[in-house]
């Protein structure tokens, strides 16, 4: 492969990764409320760059690495914790990009790309305080859940875009103030 073509695939490497990080409802979700703090956007986009490398670094990984390290980036940079299923799809999108790009298939790679953003939709969460005791003025106590809105081509949905499958879901997100975790969650 001469050297303009391989600087091409991993141009193309990176527009996908971005694109499917792009596409993921609990980044959008902790970009849109500020989990990350008044830099969240950069870091999002940070974000694109440093799984990009990720692979380059570890050309070998397994599928619960790319989750760890997806995991441990939205939990150290964006205060969340994501446990809403999402992590395994976008981690097995992500490890299925870069093994395109390893054959050099260009046009798998801007396929996936083309799809994760065709079905890519907008996320909107809007907060709802509950109490878990008595005592609504202890906030130790309190739970801030976000039902989650997802526009898809102009219609609104409940939940989450509306992808091929019988198991669409929704997604409920809890934020715990008394240790400042962020946890979203499916609805069940």
Not at 31 to 58: C, D, I, M, P, T
Not at 59 to 81: K, P, Q, R
């Amino acid at each position: 492969m001469m050297a303009g073509a391989a600087e091409d695939l991993r141009a193309l490497f990176g527009v996908a990764v971005r694109a499917a990080l792009e596409a993921w409802p609990a980044l959008q979700i902790a970009v849109e409320n500020g989990f990350g703090g008044v830099h969240s956007q950069e870091k999002a986009e940070w974000l694109g760059g440093a799984v990009e490398e990720y692979f380059f670094r570890n050309a070998d990984l397994e599928l619960d690495e790319v989750e760890d390290f997806l995991g441990e980036l939205m939990t150290n940079e964006f205060d969340t914790v994501v446990e809403d299923g999402s992590l395994p799809q976008v981690s097995q999108q992500l490890q299925t990009m870069f093994h395109h790009f390893q054959r050099g298939d260009r046009a798998a790679l801007k396929e996936m790309a083309s799809l994760i953003t065709q079905r890519k939709c907008k996320v909107r969460a809007t907060a709802l305080t509950t109490a878990r005791e008595t005592d609504e003025d202890d906030d130790a106590n309190s739970v801030e859940e976000m039902e989650v809105a997802a526009t898809n081509d102009g219609a609104a949905t409940h939940g989450v875009c509306p992808q091929p499958g019988p198991d669409s879901q929704t997604i409920k997100e809890e934020e715990i103030v008394e240790d400042g975790w962020t946890i979203v969650r499916r609805k069940k």
